[in-house]
């Protein structure tokens, strides 16, 4: 277990919060669970069917087990979600169908305070853990739009903040432009801030350090940099920058001179979906990297996705993590 890991678990525990898991059929979420209830990380609602549940052999004393279809707030929720969304021309009828979907459920969960936060997406994508969050708790009133990062930790590395770094947007925005970039590298640098305590410095990637490449996806870069500038954050950013002159001190010396970021950074922004989600997952398997996330950010209320592909492992990091994003919301 990493040192960030151990720190995350620390923070959880100070404050236990309410955290839903909407995907209570799934093995690797009940044995997240019970490894989290087992540590008093946090208070657990867990969706499901609760025979079921019960029969899997997992120890889950102390969580609050639900059934979206078999649900006492199912008059509250439906007619809650009717009102949200009455402009899109639900009904209720349509809301008490929805609602019983075990995601939305979580999220109205979310919503009305009855849990901090949830973590999902173990069996299911992006869109549908991200939809109803979208459509019932929105994003922040300071937001601009909601993005994700993921927290990578690297063993035996001296980089970025002792071998650990926010990589943002590796899982939600496909293509953003240069002021949805220089957003979300506002939001990256925050969240880390907000995870490690540590004050963030932040590379905006690019194939190209500071011009010396002339081209449309290298000008975009240059362009969310200054408009991340002209907002006068104080957050300490530079680009555009190569990888290596992001976080290699000698490289960043030698090719970015005067900039204050080079071989320093310990929040990378890459410039499209694409460099994103190549990027971790070749940090993740070839340096052996511990990843955690998607974790969302620009959201009202703190609720992040997994991949399908998660272990138990990773389940219990994302629900630390969600723990502490609910003590700073």
């Known amino acids: ?3 960030f890991l151990d720190s995350m678990i620390a923070q959880a525990k100070q404050d236990k919060k309410t955290i839903v898991l909407p995907e209570g059929n799934d093995v690797r979420t009940l044995a997240a669970a019970e490894k989290a209830l087992a540590d ?7 969706l499901g069917n609760p025979e079921e549940i019960a029969a899997s052999g997992y120890k889950l004393d102390g969580a609050t087990i639900i059934d979206p279809k078999n649900s006492e707030y199912e008059d509250e929720f439906t007619e809650l979600f009717a009102e949200l969304r009455k402009k899109k021309g639900v009904t209720l009828e349509q809301a008490r169908e929805t609602i019983k979907d075990d995601t939305f459920f979580g999220v109205m969960l979310v919503k009305t305070g009855k849990a901090d936060g949830m973590v999902s997406g173990a069996c299911h994508s992006t869109a549908d853990t991200l939809r109803p969050c979208l459509q019932i708790i929105k994003t922040a009133p300071t937001a601009k739009l909601v993005s994700s990062f993921f927290v990578m930790v690297v063993p035996n590395c001296d980089l970025g903040l002792d071998g650990t770094f926010v990589f943002s947007d590796c899982g939600l925005n496909v293509n953003p432009s240069a002021e949805e970039l ?3 590298g506002i939001d990256a640098a925050n969240s880390f801030k907000a995870i490690t305590g540590a004050e963030p410095t932040v590379a905006f990637l690019s194939h190209s350090s500071y011009g010396s490449a002339k081209n449309a996806d290298q000008a975009k870069v240059a362009e969310a940099v200054q408009i991340a500038k002209d907002l006068n954050t104080g957050i300490l950013l530079d680009g555009e920058l190569q990888l290596d002159a992001a976080i290699i001190p000698e490289v960043g010396a030698s090719k970015a001179p005067a900039s204050p970021v080079a071989g ?11 460099a994103g989600n190549i990027g971790y997952k070749l940090v993740q398997r070839l340096a052996k990297a511990e990843a955690y ?21 990773d389940i219990y990091g994302v629900i630390a993590i969600t723990a502490v994003q609910a003590q700073a919301k």
């Open 1 to 3: 277990m990493s040192a």
């Open 40 to 46: 008093g990380l946090a208070d657990l609602i867990i």
């Open 293 to 313: 996330g998607p974790i969302t950010q620009g959201l009202a209320a703190p609720v992040n996705d997994l991949s399908r592909g998660c272990s138990a492992d």
């Open 182 to 184: 220089a957003y979300i």
């Open 264 to 274: 320093k950074a310990n929040v990378l922004v890459f410039p499209d979906i694409d």
